[in-house]
């Protein structure tokens, strides 16, 4: 039985030879199916690991709460001569520390962007007003030097650290460590570099940061520089002004953002619920922000998987579409060769012999259009990844899915020609010229 | 011995509301090594009777023998496993596959049989050899006169060493002086002790068999006896 198997795929593939341009022209359809089955979940994958990474930076234990400025206030107090107060306070962070059981760390933080030079090298850069345990909660590890000390909190130390990308950018040969550098008017020495973050871990400067970020001059962020919060006070403090047509705006925030670490993943969601409600005690206008990675995540799987399904879908059709250009094809053989198969079932041909031959050819077809396919669908994401600047992540699973999807469609496909190949009547088959 | 025994062999077609009895009552005994020919006009049942003895066909009245089996209500896997092993076909029109090339086409019912490539190579080869085509193994049918193209055909009807060799008018489709040498060449094959039942109209052939069944409107009409 082997035997006879082994010939009739033999036999299969020396068909397709013979008739090489409608075969290779009949696999292009599987080629393309399987390829973008690959390519479609190579791309979908790395769009939302990338995702899912930058939402991950946040920490999924954290809730993160951001200054925003009320939007009815701004035309409201355009010609007055006062202060507009808003947003989170230290009051706040102290009241978040003392009430909620399950808060582990509370990191209230000032955010602002200026200037900075050293020598005659400058760069803008997020100014991060921030506490020791900072690192505990943000993804921020030291590479050299130490970290804001409580010391530095209380003597209000005008000590920084600095994080990779800006020590690069602003000294080019001299160690950064012990040197000061110069943030818009003031002096910080710096005392410890740091591993660079991505930008949804900072505030970012479309984030709540945006209200005041009046030091903002242009250009693109270089890095961030962590002070401590008592010195960002002492040295900046509070009240920002701006003249727009004359008028003389003035604001004053205190922190821009609080980040609250809670005990577990579980306790992420009623945290959230009691933070709104103790904070919307002491927030009458709408001044801040909550923002929640763990439910970003949530929200990253379910699009995902919406994403998976309409890529899914589309792939699954051009297979489709390539599946019936093999069973027209094959149904054409199939007539065409009617007499060559009534002429093999007198010869000695059982039924399952014919169905074997005509199968064998569509599997032949499809697994070789698949093979090309999977080549094609792994060059296809580097490309896209290389032209596109996106990220791609080809997985096994998708290989073999795309592989067995394409086996699959060559069965079903081949089985009706097959069948009708089989099933026709020799005498009426050997009749037809 | 008896090769071919049928009794009471009859075959009907339903045509919508009518039945055609192609076939009816047909008994007839072939022994081992006879050289048998049935002639009749068209719309006999020779064709039908030929299908039949051919296992092509099965019938729907009487029983067929063949080789002491009877094959007369066999499955498709059976039926085709009695084709392959026991009945060698010789057609009007050759019946080659265009693609394959000779020895490819001798090795056809070999293959169904699930003998080794090796072995069905070699077979094959040999056969070719010993119906004078030794030279043209490689060529492609449609490279071979009629005459040759028959040849092959009688060479793979050959190649699994059947029971019965079964002629629907081999020499129909050649001139005469082909004809003649394919007439030539089934008269060896039954000097060598095969078994031939070819139909036909050619009087030639009528002649040189030593029975004839003459058939009419489904029956055998007479048997008629040469004295060679």
């Not at chain 1, 990191?107 to 200037?115: D, E, S």
């Not at chain 1, 803008?124 to 007003?129: E, H, K, M, P």
């Not at chain 1, 530095?152 to 000294?171: C, G, N, S, T």
């Not at chain 1, 925030?253 to 009691?274: F, G, M, N, W, Y």
Request: glycine share 10%; proline share 4%.
């Amino acid at each position: 039985m082997l035997l006879r198997l082994r010939r009739t795929v033999k036999l299969g593939a020396k068909s397709l030879w013979l008739h090489r341009l409608r075969s290779t022209l009949t696999a292009l359809g599987i080629v393309f199916g399987v390829a973008s089955v690959i390519a479609m979940l190579a791309i979908g994958e790395g769009a939302s690991r990338e995702a899912r990474e930058q939402i991950a930076r946040l920490g999924a234990r954290n809730i993160i709460l951001r200054t925003i400025k009320p939007a009815d206030e701004r035309t409201a107090t355009a010609n007055t001569d006062s202060v507009q107060a808003y947003g989170l306070t230290y009051a706040d962070a102290q009241r978040i520390r003392h009430t909620i059981p399950d808060v582990v760390e509370v990191v209230p933080q000032r955010l602002m962007t200026f200037q900075t030079w050293y020598r005659n090298r400058a760069a803008t850069v997020q100014l991060v007003g921030t506490v020791p345990w900072h690192t505990d909660v943000h993804p921020v590890s030291l590479t050299r030097g130490r970290f804001l000390t409580p010391v530095d909190m209380d003597y209000q130390q005008k000590v920084a650290i600095i994080d990779k990308p800006l020590a690069e950018h602003l000294f080019a040969v001299d160690d950064p460590i012990g040197t000061d550098i110069k943030v818009s008017d003031k002096y910080y020495r710096v005392v410890g570099l740091a591993t660079a973050v991505g930008r949804a871990a900072t505030a970012g400067p479309a984030g709540p940061g945006a209200g005041d970020a009046r030091g903002s001059e242009g250009g693109t962020i270089a890095g961030n520089v962590y002070i401590p919060l008592t010195a960002f006070r002492k040295s900046f403090g509070e009240v920002t002004v701006q003249y727009a047509g004359g008028a003389r705006l003035a604001e004053k925030v205190e922190l821009q953002e609080i980040t609250v670490k809670v005990a577990s993943t579980d306790v992420v969601l009623p945290t959230r619920d009691i933070l709104d409600t103790l904070l919307g005690r002491f927030h009458e206008k709408k001044d801040f922000q909550v923002v929640v990675p763990l439910e970003l995540l949530r929200e990253a799987a379910r699009t995902k998987r919406i994403f998976n399904i309409v890529l899914g879908s589309i792939a699954a059709i051009s297979l489709l579409v390539g599946g019936m250009g093999i069973m027209n094809i094959m149904l054409a053989t199939v007539s065409e060769r009617t007499r060559e198969i009534g002429i093999r079932r007198a010869l000695g041909a059982t039924r399952r012999d014919i169905v074997f031959q005509f199968l064998s050819e569509t599997l032949l077809l499809t697994l070789t259009g698949g093979l090309f396919g999977i080549v094609v669908g792994l060059v296809l994401p580097l490309i896209v990844s290389h032209v596109g600047q996106m990220p791609t992540v080809t997985t096994g699973s998708s290989i073999v899915l795309a592989f067995g999807i394409s086996a699959a469609v060559g069965i079903t496909f081949g089985m009706y020609p097959a069948w009708q190949a089989a099933t026709m009547d020799p005498i009426e088959s050997l009749r037809r010229e | 011995m008896a090769i071919v025994q049928t009794e009471d062999l009859g075959r009907m077609y339903q045509m919508g509301e009518a039945t055609v009895h192609a076939l009816s009552n047909v008994s007839i005994t072939i022994g081992q090594g006879e050289y048998v020919a049935i002639m009749g006009p068209s719309g006999s049942g020779k064709s039908t009777l030929l299908n039949l003895l051919g296992c092509l066909d099965q019938p729907t009245t009487g029983r067929y023998l063949l080789g002491g089996q009877d094959v007369s209500r066999l499955d498709d896997r059976r039926l085709s496993a009695v084709r392959g092993r026991r009945i060698g076909f010789i057609f009007q029109s050759y019946n080659l596959i265009a693609q394959l090339n000779i020895i490819e086409n001798i090795e056809v019912p070999m293959i169904y049989q699930g003998v080794p490539e090796a072995e069905s190579h070699d077979r094959a080869r040999e056969l070719a050899h010993q119906v004078g085509l030794g030279s043209r193994i490689t060529h492609r049918p449609a490279e071979l006169s009629g005459g040759q193209q028959q040849r092959v055909a009688i060479a793979r009807a050959l190649a699994n060493d059947p029971l019965i060799l079964l002629g629907d008018e081999p020499t129909g489709n050649l001139d005469s002086q082909s004809g003649a040498e394919i007439l030539d060449t089934l008269d060896a094959l039954h000097r060598q002790g095969k078994t031939l039942i070819l139909v036909t109209h050619d009087e030639h052939i009528g002649r040189r068999a030593q029975r004839v069944f003459h058939m009419f409107d489904g029956r055998i009409d007479r048997i008629e006896t040469n004295g060679h």
